[in-house]
């Protein structure tokens, strides 16, 4: 089965400072891979979206950024973290033939 | 443009009443599925069901079913008999089938209703 890592899964950190959070999936290959972020209030919205090695879009301009070094690893980086940049970061994979997703079990991140 | 709109901000109800997440969409689309997800305290996003734009057949999961209208663009989503552990934030989500400036595949979420069950 398949099964979705994230970590770490709370963090604190000073304006300013670099970030980097991993995503990871297991027991599938070549998968559409996602990163959210959910702040204050409930509403998800989409921050990259990656079809393949290499392979990233953007869906919002911001301080943040993704790669994807190999087929199932997704990492989240800024250089400099902004407040804005705070909220509950989620990971999520989907097949390349199906739409569901499916989702990993998130990163709360503090900005202080 | 696609949009999903969760009118119901916060439900509250007593264990065991039954209780109805309403969900509408609006996509361009003739081909796209619907989602709908659960989100408990812990955080995780977790899948329920996925519905094809093409069949409108109701489901039945056990205490859960879910009604789809194309007519009226919803797809709403019932707790039958609720208990406590149905305290959560649900989520209704769309996915369009064809690509739109490179969309296709991605998800768009309603806003969440969050649902509490006292017991």
């Known amino acids: 089965s398949q099964t979705i890592h994230q970590w770490p899964a709370t963090l604190v950190q000073p304006v300013g400072s670099p970030l980097s959070l991993e995503c990871t999936v297991e027991?599938?290959?070549?998968?559409?891979l996602y990163w959210y972020r959910q702040a204050a209030g409930r509403g998800l919205q989409l921050l990259f979206y990656?079809?393949?090695?290499?392979?990233i879009s953007s869906e919002v301009p911001q301080n943040l950024s993704a790669s994807r070094p190999q087929d199932r690893q997704f990492i989240l980086s800024s250089k400099k973290l902004l407040l804005s940049d705070s909220g509950f970061y989620l990971c999520?994979?989907?097949?390349?033939?199906?739409?569901?997703?499916?989702f990993g079990p998130g990163t709360r991140l503090t900005v202080t | 443009a696609q949009k999903v709109t969760q009118a119901q901000t916060e439900i509250s109800v007593v264990e065991k009443e039954d209780v109805t997440l309403d969900c509408v969409y609006e996509?361009?689309?003739?081909?796209?599925?619907l989602f709908w997800y659960k989100q408990p305290p812990s955080g995780e996003l977790v899948f329920l069901i996925r519905?094809?734009?093409?069949?409108?057949q109701n489901e039945i999961s056990g205490r859960y079913s879910w009604n789809f209208q194309k007519s009226t663009s919803s797809f709403n989503f019932t707790i039958t008999a609720s208990q406590v552990v149905d305290s959560a934030v649900y989520f209704c989500?769309?996915?369009?089938?064809?690509?739109?400036?490179?969309?296709?595949?991605?998800?768009?979420f309603g806003k969440g209703t969050k649902l509490s069950v006292k017991p």
């Open positions: 999520a994979w989907g097949s390349q033939e199906g739409y569901e997703q499916y």
């Open positions: 027991g599938t290959s070549n998968p559409n």
């Open positions: 990656s079809v393949g090695i290499g392979q």
């Open positions: 996509t361009r689309d003739t081909t796209y599925y």
């Open positions: 519905r094809n734009s093409f069949d409108e």
């Open positions: 989500a769309l996915s369009e089938a064809h690509d739109y400036g490179g969309s296709q595949g991605n998800l768009i």
